[in-house]
């Protein structure tokens, strides 16, 4: 596993390693686009262009300990949370060898055990399951630990969202809720999901701080969410992230998004945050073009092999497959039928 | 002219909202958008102020339709998916299905559910919640397996004045066509003789009547002749219908997508063991999904599932009992 | 039904009907909890002690074309909204002729066509389907109604309560969400429910309006409910109001309360709605003692009138009664079985 | 010294935090309050920091037990009512009962449901649950008819490295007595004969044991030897017991209190009809309640579920057969 960068590091180290992981993100999307556009994928393919700057802070900040639970467009706070190339390839090639083992497939994917949580898709079910593996740690002593749940601003108005922050917040667990308002849930605009003035505004209704930031500008990414993680870390309760951006891609790549109006597009919002990271290290001579073009080049690379490697992999094979759900195995019925 | 199940779903919708004013639809991204899987394409558009997108909120989307069925609305809702309906869970079976039972007032809300498998949706994109809703008094469940059904069963669904869970199968969607929308229908609580035969009986519903009768026809090569009795309405469930030919076959066999424990298969055997106990000169048998959650690669999602590959071997074994 | 007095009404008038239905309320109430202890009521029985200033507040500003979801401790605001007596009573004696035929019991009564919802148990689980009425009426074209959904301060833990208000924000619909935030819901007090200082700082969070009001201070109660609903009607929105109060008994009448501390039974909490009622009508002489004693009495009469009637009625008859679930009586599935 | 079914819950919950460190409980007003039925009283005093109250969130509730599963830990997660967890019902059923079979990591929690009917707890508070769990996979689900059973398949739930429905049933609670708890117990997973006899089986479990095991004394009186099998686990299910019962027999009643569509009793009668179909004399039955919510009126309350009364003309229906 690649190491994650703490907060405590130096800022420029912490923005470079974000960047990088930014920018396997992108280039890891661009790479299953073209999968799916070439129907080498089973199902749907989810990405998170223009959210990366977003998602590698989240990633940057937390430590190997801490606890992460990424949504459909973090391929970058994954990568950055330590993620190999190979676990997200394999699991979009349903390769057997994955960790979901072609049973659950795409987004899907994480390593409980690790702090990695693999969603579910129903929406803001995975915040509960962070506030459990924070509440166990602390009746264990673990402390000094935060655990990360990544959501849309649709899935602000799921009863799960609400029920697990206030849970969050009446045991002041060291829990960051990230949403990523990108202006649409699928095709609805924010109009159709809420009517408050600022998503932020919710904070003081459960009694947690609050932390806003432009999703598409690179340093205040890295900075807040750096800073609403520490304010967890040391005990401040949990931190609510409001992030505003936009989606540059589909809801899915089946989904040409016609519904995002040109001028939201063309907007301030529509700015690539990948460009912007880049601009962020060419002005502070944290990297030159030839350095980046290197990156960019080693990425493609790296992401290469691993597609080459997962398309090699045995297809899991269902005369292997223990048909069995349970852990207990002496609990399975295994009657056969007919 | 030619058209699919999905369009004929869009085209029942329409004709629901054309012919009265109290229909309306609400779901997510119902709306201009057309909805996920485009069942409402063109609706908000020809039917202003009547289709409208609700926010990511399922369990508020059915309480919501149940008030306006109170004041004498027939709302459609979309869930984007059946899988989603478990967060609906307790406005369905709460509050929707015991209102009439409660009040003596009808609760005619149709709620629609894209369900079942389909390749690479894996395990909460491909839920068959036929039995869990069936379970529950108080509703209607119905399971449309044909184009034509899809649409004459979704214009009864709206008239009907209880909640129906209308189960409407993904994998249908694109891939099953007809010449024409029927003018005709058999009434809810009918089901329907797909194939007739005399060997043995295999009842099913949605998209297994089709692997059904796949397997049907490869039996046939062999001599033998599968009568498929399609249910469509599982609740309630026409077991006139299933006794009827299981005593011209004597055998019967029930297909289901869903998981094993209890369900279809199990209410449709457990009925059929109690009334016509004497005719069946083999045991019933049943064929269902696999007992874990919906596998996302296609290879096992193929062996999940029945096909009619084990359903024509689960048909074999029985008739050669 | 009596008749409803509307928020139009001359002050003196509002707070007169108000208490009223306050001290029916109670009398109600306690002759409830005497049949309890007779034995002569099968379940529990929840009882709004301490809570009839505001719920009667809500009944009185409510017209008979609004629409109300009343919880378990809102007899006061059921008899205001038009509730006879007798529909009390028949509910929690199971008679046959009450509104719920013996089929629900106690609290879970209502006439969902004259727009007085019956709750089922599900806590939150009544706020949308107020949204829908209202929604439904918004497309027949009728306005300047209101809605009221009554939760207490436990309630809000619920997914049900976020979705709900924020789909009736989202609508722009006229509900008023009032919250009696009575300190316990059950044993549980409000430190383990929620985090937030002021349950009112979660309106901006929805971006609805607040009103906040001491439920023991009836004129409070009036003026403010009066003042939420008023907005509403006005189509300024949802409206949330928060109500401090203490509940002036157990969560039924099988609960001792033994939880709540003397100090707080003791403290301003602790006072009385009702006395403090008869002390405003005094003060402003709306009516004086001998006054207060009549009104008590007859209700006292009309109290006992309707028990010894319900008494003599019918129990529902198994026999008589249709075992079928749906309104639809050919999709009934009646095999008799075994 | 004697003890009640509630008590037995009570004990297995001490037993379990005494011996195993990873054990907790979480619920509403399980704290210092000792629950809505005083399950865990006392139990926050003696286990300080390990008994705590939740908010009213039980999709939260269930969310966070996974979670503490995950880090090792062994929850005990108690719904006020079985009913209120169709709130909590898409965490049960997508989260926790998925989590071992997508990422091989055990998800050992308890889910208590205090459930069934009982004499003016009416349509939300009476609910029997036990089939819709089963249905899910993933998932299992206990039913304890006896004090023992109460005692001493709690502490097996709690050890379980699987999610466990754990449906106790409210009726049993202070009416059902035992000397003392059990050291031993069967093993989950094996049903138990509660009565042994020679011309019908009836196949029961939970409060229905007690309903059949008094029908079966009246039908005693009339000559007729009933064999009564309690189930004890709905899922997995015991089907070879069944079998050898239904063997010795020729008969098959099934009954149970929950809704008659699918569950528990069409199940069994699906299972028994597929295995042992030339062992039956006389066509399979089942009661189950009434296809209504739960009435809250004791008159009507009696009439829609089992008793031993209908269950005793049931069996004699079926004998005479
Ligand atoms: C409970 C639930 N309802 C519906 C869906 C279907 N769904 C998947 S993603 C999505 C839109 C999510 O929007 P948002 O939360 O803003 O995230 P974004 O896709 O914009 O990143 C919807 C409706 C779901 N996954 N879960
Ligand atoms: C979803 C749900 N969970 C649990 C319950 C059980 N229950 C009934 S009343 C109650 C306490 C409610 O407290 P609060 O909302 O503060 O209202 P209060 O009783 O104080 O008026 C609980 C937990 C329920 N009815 N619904
Ligand atoms: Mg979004
Ligand atoms: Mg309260």
Redesign the interface.
């Known amino acids: 596993m690649l190491q994650t960068v703490s907060g405590s590091h130096a800022v420029g180290e912490t923005q470079l390693a974000a960047y990088r992981f930014m920018l396997r993100a992108r280039l890891l999307d661009d790479k299953f686009a073209a999968l799916y556009r070439a129907g080498k994928?089973?199902?749907?393919v989810f990405l998170g262009r223009g959210q990366e700057a977003l998602s590698a802070a989240i990633g940057v900040s937390l430590n190997k300990s801490d606890v992460f639970a990424p949504l459909i467009r973090d391929a970058a706070g994954r990568l950055a949370f330590g993620e190999p190339i190979i676990d997200a390839v394999r699991t979009y090639l349903?390769s057997a060898l994955g960790p979901?083992r072609?049973?659950?497939?795409?987004v899907?994917r994480g390593r409980p055990l690790e702090g990695y949580l693999p969603m579910?898709?129903?929406?803001g079910a995975m915040v509960s399951v962070v506030n459990g593996v924070l509440f166990a740690r602390r009746m264990k002593g673990i402390t000094g630990i935060v655990g990360v749940a990544c959501l849309g601003e649709?899935?602000t108005?799921?009863?799960?969202f609400h029920e697990s922050l206030n849970q969050a917040a009446v045991e002041k667990l060291p829990l960051v809720l990230v949403v990523a308002n990108n202006q649409f849930?699928?095709?609805?605009p924010t109009t159709?999901?809420?009517a408050c003035a600022d998503l932020a505004n919710k904070a003081t209704g459960y009694g947690v701080e609050s932390h806003s930031l432009d999703g598409t500008d690179f340093s205040d990414c890295v900075e807040t969410v750096g800073s609403a993680v520490a304010r967890a870390r040391a005990g401040h309760g949990p931190q609510l992230v409001i992030a505003t951006l936009l989606r540059l891609c589909g809801h899915g790549e089946h989904d040409d998004a016609g519904?995002i109006a040109p001028e939201l597009k063309n907007s301030a919002l529509g700015r690539d945050c990948l460009k912007g990271a880049e601009e962020f290290l060419l002005k502070h001579k944290l990297a030159d073009a030839a350095q980046l073009a290197v990156w960019r080049s080693e990425a493609i690379r790296e992401i290469e092999e691993a597609v080459a490697q997962a398309q090699r992999e045995p297809?899991?094979?269902?005369?292997e497959?223990k048909?069995?759900?349970l852990s207990s195995e002496h609990l399975?019925?295994l009657r056969t039928?007919? | 002219m030619s058209i699919t199940y999905l369009e004929a779903i869009r085209e029942a919708q329409a004709h629901a909202l054309r012919d009265d004013p109290r229909v309306?639809i609400y779901g997510?991204?119902v709306?201009?958008?057309g909805g996920?899987f485009k069942a409402t394409k063109n609706l908000q558009k020809e039917f202003p102020?009547?289709v409208l997108?609700?926010?990511?909120?399922?369990?508020?989307?059915?309480?919501?339709?149940?008030?306006?069925?109170?004041?004498?609305?027939r709302p459609i809702i979309e869930m984007q998916?059946a899988?989603?309906s478990?967060?609906a869970?307790?406005?369905i079976?709460?509050?929707a299905?015991?209102?009439?039972?409660?009040?003596n007032?009808?609760?005619p809300i149709t709620v629609r559910l894209p369900f079942g498998g389909t390749?690479?949706?894996?395990?909460?994109?491909s839920q068959c919640l036929e039995?869990?809703y069936?379970?529950?008094?108080?509703l209607?469940v119905l399971t449309p397996a044909t184009v034509e059904d899809a649409y004459s069963m979704l214009l009864s669904a709206v008239a009907?004045?209880?909640p129906v869970i209308f189960c409407e199968h993904k994998f249908l969607y694109y891939h099953l066509k007809a010449e024409k929308l029927p003018s005709e229908a058999l009434p809810?609580?009918k089901a329907r003789i797909a194939r007739e035969g005399r060997d043995l009986t295999i009842v099913t519903y949605s998209a297994m009547v089709h692997e059904a009768l796949a397997a049907a026809d490869e039996l046939a090569t062999e001599g033998w002749q599968v009568e498929v009795v399609d249910l469509r309405s599982i609740?309630?469930?026409d077991?006139d219908t299933v006794v009827a030919s299981v005593a011209r076959t004597g055998r019967l066999?029930c297909v289901g997508e869903?998981?094993?424990?209890?369900?279809?298969?199990?209410?449709v055997?457990?009925?059929v063991?109690?009334?016509s106990?004497?005719l069946?000169d083999?045991?019933?048998?049943?064929?269902?999904a696999?007992?874990?959650?919906v596998?996302?690669?296609?290879?096992?999602w193929?062996?999940?599932r029945p096909t009619a590959r084990s359903v024509a071997?689960?048909a074999r074994?029985?008739i050669r009992f």
């Open positions: 994928i089973h199902g749907g349903g979901m072609g049973r659950d497939g795409n899907h579910i898709s129903h929406l649709g899935a108005s799921t009863g799960a849930a699928y095709s609805t159709s999901q809420f519904y297809a899991p094979d269902p005369y497959e048909w069995s759900a399975n019925e039928e007919a | 309306f997510q991204d709306g201009a958008f996920a102020g009547r997108d609700s926010p990511i909120s399922e369990d508020a989307m059915i309480g919501l339709a149940v008030g306006t069925a109170i004041e004498g609305m998916f899988d989603f478990t967060v869970f307790n406005q079976v709460n509050q299905s015991t209102l009439f039972w409660r009040t007032v009808p609760c390749s690479g949706s894996g395990p909460f994109h039995a869990i069936a379970h529950y008094p108080g209607v009907i004045d209880d809810i609580g609740k309630p469930l077991t066999l869903a998981w094993p424990w209890g369900g279809v298969t199990a209410e055997i457990a009925r063991s109690a009334e106990y004497g069946l083999a045991p019933p048998q049943r064929l269902n696999k007992d874990t959650p596998p996302y690669h296609p290879n096992l193929a062996a999940h071997a689960a074994k029985l």
